[in-house]
């Protein structure tokens, strides 16, 4: 599975962004995919997962009601609704697929290249 996501830029604290992320292989929606961030200096933490089949969906506390994850599966592709946001939400922004999901980076074998999302104060 190769992704590529898509959608980062510069928005001012309160707005929102939408990011995408297209995944390549007839076998994307046998894959849980996620979102994590990593912000300058700091570890990637995880922010979303959504799993393959009946769509259940996990956030951070930190986005949680803010952040909506999704996916639509004739598409191939997973979304990351971001209301809300806040200058701490700033970061590279990374889509990931992995056969069971969760909030760990150990249970995603594939990711993307990445989105710079900023939020200025």
């Known amino acids: 599975v190769q992704l590529q996501a898509s959608g980062g830029g510069l928005v001012q604290a309160g707005g929102s962004l939408r990011l995408s992320c297209a995944a390549s292989g007839r076998t994307f929606s046998s894959y849980a995919m996620g979102w994590f961030r990593q912000a300058p200096g700091k570890e990637r933490e995880f922010v979303a997962a959504i799993s393959w089949s009946i769509g259940s969906t996990y956030y951070a506390d930190s986005v949680k009601g803010r952040f909506a994850i999704s996916r639509d599966n004739a598409k191939n592709t997973v979304y990351l609704q971001m209301n809300s946001l806040k200058p701490e939400d700033t970061a590279v922004y990374y889509c990931?697929?992995?056969?069971?999901?969760?909030?760990?980076?150990?249970?995603?074998?594939?990711w993307g290249q990445g989105t710079l999302v900023t939020v200025s104060s």
């Open positions: 990931a697929a992995g056969r069971y999901g969760g909030s760990a980076r150990n249970e995603y074998a594939y």
